[in-house]
């Protein structure tokens, strides 16, 4: 439940800095009653499906296998190094043992500098994917004169007969309850990114 509310008030920030951004510096002014629209924008599938995005991180996937590649080689080395340490007599083991934790802390070396780099270029990724969504959001809300947007998830759920409880779940908890469908932005958004 503490996840969806995070969702929510990270769609309400969102909404505030675009409903900021839509109204430029002029703060006194305030929009005539009928002039207030609402927009809508269901960014897990804006993310889903852009194809810059998909293509990037297609792109450090395969990085990752080739690290995950080169780190099994590692490990079959560091193993058959291990093997090697155990037949050696209990003397020799002694004079070994710091040889073996010097090997051991670099494979362990090896793998948290390798995750921390990916999870830190990802993370960059979706940063600057993030601040591209959100400019083509402010865009299409201003060119139909919306004064807020907000984030939604989108409640349709797929197939016919029996729902899962999982997707009951997602109907009842998403914010929205009904909106008119010229109010969502998402599809102009995804094209518009996409054609890019």
Do not use: C
């Not at 990916?118 to 591209?132: I, P, T």
């Not at 919306?146 to 908890?173: C, Y």
């Amino acid at each position: 439940m503490a996840g969806h509310r995070a969702i929510w008030l990270g769609g309400l920030i969102l909404a505030a800095l675009l409903a900021s951004e839509l109204r430029g510096n002029k703060a006194d002014e305030k929009p005539a009653a009928g002039d207030f629209q609402v927009g809508l924008v269901d960014l897990k599938q804006v993310f889903e499906k852009l194809d810059r995005l998909k293509e990037q991180t297609a792109a450090l996937k395969k990085e990752v296998e080739v690290k995950d590649r080169e780190l099994k080689v590692k490990a079959e080395e560091f193993k058959l190094r291990v093997e090697e340490h155990r037949k050696l007599t209990p003397d020799k083991q002694k004079e070994d043992k710091p040889e073996m934790e010097k090997l051991q802390l670099a494979l362990k070396t090896f793998v948290d500098t390798q995750k921390k780099e990916f999870l830190k270029r990802e993370a960059e990724l979706y940063e600057a994917a993030y601040a591209q969504v959100s400019e083509e959001v402010g865009r299409q809300a201003q060119r139909r004169k919306m004064s807020l947007v907000l984030r939604m998830n989108d409640p349709t759920v797929e197939g016919e007969g029996q729902k899962s409880p999982e997707q009951i779940l997602k109907l009842l908890n998403n914010g929205i309850v009904f909106h008119r469908p010229e109010l969502n932005l998402t599809n102009d958004v995804i094209e518009a990114l996409n054609g890019r």
